[in-house]
């Protein structure tokens, strides 16, 4: 039996053992710690619509597809050209474009380029040249400076020539083949206050007006450019004769006097209203008149576009992706883009796209839809279709030339305000300059 005085004694060993026991005078078990998953790799895309939403889902889904492979999160942005132009610019401003970009608008690829935002993808570029046939020679140039290439291409438009046959077999004549059979073919068929011979493009609101004419000029072994890129080249012959002929039309009344205020739907509107016998168009008009116009179709005749003694060639856009050179997934983006640009996928996506696209793998003129009659002939023409800026590289002052409507604005000095055809070429030169001085300080 203890005796009560100890009993103080004992509890006060027994509150201080817990104490210490509290405080960690023994060691307590640590917590097991729970693993974190490891996190995705992000790229960010950024796709502009189209005309075909068919195309529209498809790129968006080979996109996804790949990612889901690959393990990486993926946000894409897809909106239309008008919606994506804005958001770029303030993405330029803030240095916070996305991994890759898909361009609508060809001076895109060239003003990032420029501004020295973008990565190398020559090994790209090199790999799809070296399948399916291999990528038309002009899509190469489009995107090729100093032997590197800036962006990877995927895919065209191209343009042809509208004749009404059953006026054309009325007359006892044939489709022209030349600029020069042009007008005088038009001057036959001219009927005031019924038909205009040739609904030529000459509104200075239209790029279809600029791009016609500068293709024109190429025919003729002109351009606003000369090949160096940095110096103009519209003083020549050439120049000279394609003004000449567009002003015979003009003064023979055989094209219409308000061609000179058209946007880029006038020529549209003409041809299939039945006011022009003849114009130059992409395969836009040739799809209306499947859908809304067979009988106007049946009347139809679509040829080639006519050439000058240079052969015929077309001015045209080029369109594909580019990769921020910000980027922190470089490998992965210059995969993303592999993925997306081998022949099979380019295949289904033009196949999706109907005429809407133009392959830029050769051996995809072969395949089935580019053997009817009138596709055949739209994807024959991808191999005179050259970038604005030719017969130089594709630059900011040769596009900011195209956007501002120069070419067209020197035929109109001619015919509407009376200038000298010397007098136009002279002011449109001192022009060029005063463009290109903005690009190169």
């Known amino acids: 039996m203890i005796s009560k005085p100890w009993r103080p004694r004992i509890l006060l060993v027994l509150l201080l053992a817990g104490i210490l026991i509290a405080c960690g005078g023994t060691p307590a078990a640590a917590p097991t710690a729970v693993p974190t998953p490891a996190e995705k790799p992000k790229l960010t895309v950024w796709l502009t619509t189209s005309y075909t939403p068919e195309a529209d889902a498809l790129q968006k889904k080979i996109i996804t597809d790949w990612a889901a492979a690959k393990g990486v999160e993926v946000t894409i942005v897809q909106d239309s050209a008008t919606v994506i132009a804005p958001q770029l610019n303030a993405a330029i401003e803030t240095k916070t474009l996305p991994d890759v970009l898909a361009w ?5 690829a060239p003003r990032l380029y420029r501004l020295g935002l973008l990565a190398d993808v020559s090994d790209i570029v090199a790999k799809n040249n070296a399948q399916g046939g291999g990528l038309y020679e002009p899509a190469l140039r489009a995107v090729t400076d100093g032997g590197k290439q800036f962006a990877v291409p995927t895919h065209s438009a191209t343009e042809v020539f509208y004749v009404r046959k059953d006026l054309l077999e009325a007359k006892g004549l044939k489709a022209p083949t030349t600029w020069a059979e042009v007008v005088e073919v038009a001057k036959a068929l001219n009927a005031p206050g019924s038909v205009w011979g040739w609904g030529a493009q000459l509104g ?23 090949e160096d890129g940095k110096t103009p080249n519209l003083d020549n012959e050439g120049t000279r004769q394609v003004i000449a002929l567009i002003k015979d039309a003009w003064d023979a009344g055989a094209i219409p006097q308000d061609a000179v205020t058209w946007d880029d739907s006038g020529n549209n509107k003409a041809y299939l209203t039945g006011a022009a016998a003849m114009i130059y168009n992409t395969g836009s008009v040739l799809n209306a008149m499947r859908k809304d116009n067979p009988d106007l179709l049946s009347k139809t005749q679509i040829v080639p576009i006519p050439s000058g003694p240079e052969g015929q060639k077309l001015l045209g856009y080029i369109y594909g992706f580019v990769i921020s050179k910000e980027t922190k997934q470089l490998d992965l983006a210059k995969d993303l883009l592999s993925t ?4 099979e996928n380019q295949k289904a996506i033009v196949a999706a796209a109907g005429s809407n696209y133009m392959p830029l793998y050769q051996d995809l003129a072969k395949e089935a839809m580019w ?40 035929v109109n000095k001619v015919l509407v305000e009376g200038l000298s055809v010397d007098d136009a070429i002279k002011e449109t030169e001192a022009n060029l300059v005063k463009i290109y001085q903005q690009f190169n300080p």
């Open 104 to 108: 609508s608008s060809p001076d895109w």
């Open 340 to 343: 997306y640009t081998s022949v």
């Open 204 to 226: 200075t609101a239209s790029y279809d007006a600029e791009i016609s004419l500068m293709s024109m000029l190429a025919s003729y072994g002109s351009s606003p450019y000369a």
């Open 371 to 410: 053997q009817e009659e009138y596709n055949k002939l739209l994807i024959s023409q991808l191999k005179n279709n050259n970038a604005v800026g030719y017969p130089g590289p594709i630059t900011e002052w040769a596009l900011e030339a195209w956007r501002v409507h120069t070419v067209t604005d020197m």
